[in-house]
């Protein structure tokens, strides 16, 4: 590394420090006063393009060191957006590789000041970078790989552009990689953008303005909302200034790209009535070493009282399911076993009153979609973590699938004695075979099968928080998260993984 980046390194190790008092300098913006829409496009490239440009490689994993890294029980390790890998910084970066949140293949792979530019670069795994591949950012219907952060996979027939295959970040992410894309392509919308009909380019259209194709920046749009600028974005955009001497500006004006795309295209820009970034917002903690133990459904949102599903008023999206037989009291559990899914470890007690209080930690707990003229039905463990969707296409076989597709739908029928779940009239019904015990659709008669739903005055419309005198609250990426903007998600609150439906 040369003398000179080590002095600019160093300074921008001091402008970390003091972020939490850093401000944007004077001037910097005075030139989006009063613009909309593609004037106020061109005059954030104007403040913002010029930058110092630093050499791609060993000079780039040294700025790194400053912008993307993280502590984990007291030792640096590398922030990674692509994997929940952990690797330590002073051992180096094996595995893993700078990643060009916007492909550089998308500009025909030209080593220019935008293949360098830290504001889009980040260290990431390696077999995530290459699973990803140049693929466009997307809405990932039907997954093809994915390892809890990264997702790959086919969009839905008629989004993305058409685009084949799309790459999805987790969600805690997605504002992080949309305001990289906005920086991007405002400040190097002037580049000889490859435009053959590939995946490369679906989501920009090689014009100055929009730049973005709508589907692309109305999706962008979204993700910048639901994920606002946090205190690692914040944090990294003024470690950024302090080596290239420029900044995002869509994360110092959070609502910029509104101004620009969204909502806000008619009102002029003022700086003046721009509400900053919530400096609270974001507080990372050290991350927890491997996976949070799942806590015991008596700790969750699942306790109380699970009641028998009698008629088809009682199906719903917004409850909480599960699948019991009645005469042996077994239930359907969360893990698959080959081509069937287990029964639990443990009995069900059902009272006189046809209710269940208690619930084995193993069991399935399910939540029905909506699919076509029936029902997907979508598998949790009693932590929250998706296990997929039921899924069976032939008669003794089922499974669990990562999206719904052939082999979902079903059709519910609840009864006074039953529950019938229909996959087909060649696949059969879903039943539950006791001399091997398992739950699978059969054409012939086993056990029949019965829903119970978690009952409403127990928890099943309200949010219920772990008891404390102060609820402190972090996404699964290690955010702090203000408890009045939680959205549907898993969290940790006081060291405890909840759900929030």
């Known amino acids: 590394m040369t003398s000179n980046l080590r002095t600019i390194m160093a300074s921008a190790a001091i402008s970390t420090l003091l972020v939490a008092s850093a401000a944007i300098p004077e001037g910097y913006y005075n030139g989006l006063e009063g613009k909309t829409r593609e004037q106020l496009k061109e005059a954030v490239k104007q403040a913002a393009r010029e930058h110092t440009a630093i050499a791609y490689g060993d000079d780039t994993w040294e700025a790194f060191s400053v912008t993307d890294v993280r502590l984990l029980d007291g030792e640096q390790i590398w922030w990674d957006m692509y994997s929940n890998n952990v690797v330590y910084v002073e051992r180096g970066h094996s595995g893993m590789n700078i990643e060009h949140s916007i492909a550089n293949s998308w500009w025909g792979g030209i080593k220019n000041d935008a293949y360098k530019d830290i504001h889009h670069l980040n260290p990431a795994d390696a077999t995530a ?20 952060v990264t997702f790959v996979g086919k969009p839905k027939a008629g989004t993305c552009g058409g685009a084949t295959n799309v790459y999805e970040p987790i969600d805690c992410y997605k504002g992080d990689f949309a305001r990289a894309f906005f920086y991007l392509f405002t400040i ?31 999706m962008l749009l979204e993700w910048s909302r639901l994920d606002p600028v946090d205190r690692k974005e914040t944090e990294r955009n003024e470690a950024i200034y302090g080596i290239q001497h420029n900044r995002n500006p869509f994360i110092d004006f959070p609502e910029l790209a509104e101004y620009i795309w969204g909502n806000r295209t008619d009102t002029p820009f003022l700086a003046s009535e721009q509400s900053p970034a919530d ?23 699942l306790n109380g009282l699970w009641e028998y599903v009698a008629d088809a008023s009682m199906l719903a999206e917004e409850r909480d399911y599960i699948l019991v037989t009645p005469n042996r009291l077994y239930a359907m559990s969360s893990s698959v076993s080959g081509k069937y899914v287990a029964a639990t470890a443990g009995m069900i007690s059902i009272s006189d009153e046809n209710t269940i209080s208690s619930i084995p930690s193993d069991i399935a707990v399910l939540r029905l979609e909506e699919q076509g003229d029936g ?18 296409t032939t008669a ?3 499974n669990f699938a990562s999206s719904t597709g052939a082999g979902t739908t079903v059709t519910i029928t609840p009864t006074e004695e039953k529950t019938l779940i229909e996959f087909g009239e060649t696949v059969g019904t879903l039943q539950y075979n006791a001399s091997n015990p398992r739950f ?10 019965c829903l119970y739903r978690l009952a409403p005055s127990t928890g099943a419309d309200e949010i219920r928080y772990p008891d404390a005198e102060e609820e402190i609250w972090y996404d699964l990426c290690g955010r702090r998260v203000d408890p009045e903007r939680i959205l549907p998600g898993i969290y940790i ?5 909840v759900v929030i439906r």
């Open 129 to 148: 970078n290459n699973r990803k591949s140049n693929f466009p950012l997307g809405i990932v219907d039907r997954v093809s790989w994915e390892n809890g």
């Open 440 to 449: 699978v659709p059969y054409t012939s008669n086993q056990q029949p099968v």
């Open 279 to 301: 400096p609270d917002y974001g507080i990372y903690p050290e991350p927890e070493t491997g996976t949070p133990d799942p806590v015991e459904p008596g700790d969750t949102d």
């Open 375 to 392: 029902w997907a039905i979508h598998v949790y463990d009693t932590a929250g973590v998706s296990k997929g969707y039921l899924n069976a």
């Open 493 to 497: 609150c006081n060291g405890r993984k």
């Open 188 to 218: 190097y919308d002037d580049i000889s953008w490859a435009m053959e009909q590939t995946d490369r380019n679906f989501m920009f259209d090689g014009s100055s303005y929009p730049a973005l194709r709508p589907w692309a920046y109305e």
């Open 396 to 398: 003794k076989s089922m």
